[in-house]
C-alpha cells in the first residue's frame, strides 16, 4: 500500500487546522505558568455557579478545535485550582513541572497503551529504566520489580495485595479470603497518629474490613512505637490471628515522619511478616544524603511506595511501587486469557505490565517519569527537595519567634503543621470551651486565607488538635511566598481572635 499524501480521516483534524491550534494551546498553555504567580490558588465561586456553567446538552454537530480550546479558556481554566501555584500549600500536591505537560501529549501522540509489551516496547523498557532510577537514586536494589500507578493509593493497594499472596500460608489466589484454609483474620499494623488513610482504603478494596488495620501506637516524635508493634504482633498470632503486613510511614501526611524501617525490619523478620514502605510524600528524600541515616535500612522493605505526583512534580496523576522480588508481584497479579497473549508460544515480547500491576489497559505514564526525571536530573532533584525541606525550616523558625503561634512538631521533610493561639489565650487550652475556640480559631484562618486567593491552606488535628497544615510540595516555593502566607496568617488570626474573644 502506498500513500501518497495525508489524507483526513473520519474524527482527524486536519493537518494545518490541528498546528494551527496546537500552537495556540502552547501559546494559552505559556501565558497561563506566566500568570501563576498572580492568580488567585482557589477560584472564587460555588459549587453552584460552577453547576451552572456546564448544563448544555451533547452538541448534535461536532465543534472545531478552535471553539473547544475558546471554550477552555473561558470556563475550564478560570474554574479550576491553580494546583502549580507557588502558594498552593494543601493536600500534598506537587505543582506540574511544565516539561511533564510536553510529555502527557507526546504519549497521547502515540496513544500508547502500556498494558502489554506488544502495544509499546519503548514504553515498557522506559517505565523499567524509570524503575531502576528511582530505585538506586533512594538506594533499594536496582533489579526490583514494580509498576507505574495512578497515586500512592494505588501503589499501596498493588504492594499490600503482594504482602497478601505472599505471607498468606495458603494459595489465596484461587479461593481469596473465602477459602475455607483461612484460619483467621487477616491484619495490618500501622501507627496510630500518622497512619495514612489510605491503608485503610485499601482493607476496604481488599475486603479485609477497616478494623483489619491494626493502629499501633506512636512515640512522641510521631514514629512507630516498635516495641509495641512486637508485641502486638505476638499477641494477634497468639489469638489465631494472620498478621500479613507493616507499613512504615516513610514522610508522614501531616508531619514527615520517617518510622525506623530497619528496626520494623527486624520486627517483621522475626514474624514473618511483610514490611511495606509507604513513602508517597517522603520516599525520595532518602536520595539526599543529609537525611539517608533516617531511612536507613530502606533496602529491607519488601515494597515501597511513592507519589511521582507529589515532590517529584510529575503531572497528576503516577505513583510507583517497588517489590524488592520481581516474581512476587508478577505471582500477585499475573493473569491469563486467550486473547491476551494467542496459542503462540512467542519469545519476541517482553515485560507485560498488566502481569504486574491491576490495570490491563494503562497509559504511557513512564514518558512524564523519564521526561522529568531527566529533565532535573539527580543533582537537579536533590537541590530542589532540599529547598523544599529548607523552608520548611524556615516556617519553623517563623512560627517559633511568633507569640501567637505554638509548635507542634519539629520539621523533617516539606510537610509542616502549626497551631495559632492568641497570647490571651495561652496556658487555658485544658479548659474545654477554650480548646473548642482555639479549634475554631484555626478551622477560620485557613477558610479566610482560601477565601482571599492568597494562598491555598487547610487544617489537619495533630494529637486531637485542630492545627494549620502547609504542604510545601511546588517545585516553584520560594521563601517569599512562605514569608507573605505566615504574614497572611497572622493577621487573620489576630483579627479572628478579636472579634471571637474582643482579645
Ligand atoms: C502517606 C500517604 N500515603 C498515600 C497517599 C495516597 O496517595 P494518592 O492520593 O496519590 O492516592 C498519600 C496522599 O497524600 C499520602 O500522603
Redesign the pocket.
Known amino acids: 500500500m502506498t500513500l501518497t499524501h495525508h489524507e483526513v480521516r473520519p474524527g482527524d483534524l486536519d493537518l494545518e487546522e490541528f498546528r494551527r491550534v496546537g500552537y495556540e494551546m502552547i501559546d494559552a498553555i505559556a501565558s497561563y505558568h506566566a500568570g501563576l504567580d498572580r492568580r488567585r490558588v482557589t477560584p472564587d465561586v460555588t459549587p453552584e455557579d460552577v453547576a451552572g456553567r456546564f448544563t448544555e446538552p451533547l452538541p448534535a454537530a461536532g465543534e472545531s478545535a478552535e471553539a473547544l480550546l475558546a471554550d477552555w479558556r473561558a470556563r475550564v481554566e478560570p474554574l479550576s485550582t491553580a494546583i502549580g501555584s507557588p502558594r498552593h500549600f494543601a493536600?500534598?500536591n506537587g505543582s506540574g513541572a511544565m516539561i511533564g505537560i510536553l510529555a502527557e501529549a507526546l504519549a497521547a501522540c502515540t496513544n500508547t497503551n502500556a498494558g502489554a509489551w506488544k502495544l509499546g516496547p519503548a514504553a515498557a523498557e522506559i517505565e523499567r529504566q524509570c524503575l531502576r532510577w528511582i530505585a538506586r537514586f533512594i538506594g533499594y536494589a536496582d533489579d526490583c520489580g514494580g509498576i507505574l500507578v495512578s497515586?500512592?493509593?494505588?501503589a499501596?493497594f498493588t504492594a499490600i495485595l503482594t504482602a497478601l499472596r505472599h505471607v498468606a500460608p495458603y494459595d489465596s489466589t484461587p479461593g481469596g479470603l473465602q477459602d475455607a484454609a483461612r484460619t483467621g483474620r487477616f491484619l495490618l499494623y500501622m501507627s496510630d497518629q500518622e497512619g495514612?488513610v489510605?491503608v485503610t482504603r485499601v482493607a476496604d478494596m481488599l475486603n479485609l474490613g477497616r478494623t483489619a488495620v491494626r493502629l499501633v501506637p506512636s512515640r512522641a516524635d510521631f514514629t512507630i512505637d516498635v516495641g509495641a508493634l512486637d508485641r502486638m504482633l505476638a499477641a494477634d498470632r497468639a489469638n489465631g490471628d494472620l498478621p500479613f503486613c507493616v507499613v512504615a510511614?516513610l514522610g508522614?501526611?501531616n508531619v514527615g515522619a520517617i518510622d525506623p524501617i530497619d528496626a520494623m525490619a527486624d520486627v517483621c523478620a522475626r514474624h514473618g511478616v511483610w514490611l511495606h514502605g509507604?513513602g508517597?510524600?517522603g520516599l525520595l528524600a532518602a536520595g539526599l544524603p543529609d537525611l539517608r541515616d533516617r531511612f536507613r535500612g530502606l533496602e529491607r522493605a519488601d515494597s515501597l511506595s511513592f507519589?511521582a505526583?507529589k515532590l517529584l512534580g510529575v503531572p497528576h496523576d503516577c505513583?510507583v511501587v517497588l517489590v524488592r522480588q520481581r516474581e512476587r508481584l508478577r505471582r500477585a497479579f499475573s493473569i491469563s486469557a486467550p486473547y491476551l497473549r494467542g496459542e503462540t508460544d512467542d519469545d519476541n515480547r517482553g515485560i507485560d505490565y498488566f502481569e504486574y500491576g491491576p490495570q490491563m489497559s494503562r497509559s504511557f505514564r513512564a514518558l512524564k517519569v523519564w521526561m522529568v526525571l531527566r529533565h532535573f536530573g539527580a543533582r537537579g532533584l536533590r537541590s530542589v527537595f532540599a529547598k523544599n525541606i529548607a523552608l520548611a525550616h524556615h516556617l519553623h523558625d517563623l512560627v517559633r519567634s511568633h507569640p501567637d503561634c505554638e509548635v507542634l512538631h519539629q520539621p523533617l521533610l516539606y510537610l509542616y503543621c502549626f497551631r495559632y493561639v492568641p497570647r490571651e489565650l495561652r496556658g487555658r487550652e485544658r479548659e474545654p470551651d477554650i480548646a473548642r475556640a482555639v479549634d475554631a480559631i484555626n478551622q477560620r484562618i485557613a477558610d479566610a486565607i482560601q477565601q482571599s486567593g492568597l494562598a491555598f491552606v487547610m487544617t489537619t488535628r495533630i494529637r486531637g488538635k485542630v492545627a494549620l497544615r502547609m504542604s510545601i510540595c511546588s517545585h516553584r516555593t520560594l521563601e517569599q511566598d512562605i514569608d507573605a502566607t505566615f504574614e497572611a496568617i497572622a493577621l487573620q488570626g489576630r483579627a479572628i481572635a478579636a472579634r471571637q474573644f474582643v482579645v
Request: hydrophobic fraction near 30%; glycine fraction near 16%; charge should be negative.
Open positions: 493536600f500534598v497515586g500512592g493509593t494505588m499501596n495514612h489510605s510511614q508522614s501526611v509507604d508517597a510524600c507519589d505526583h505513583g
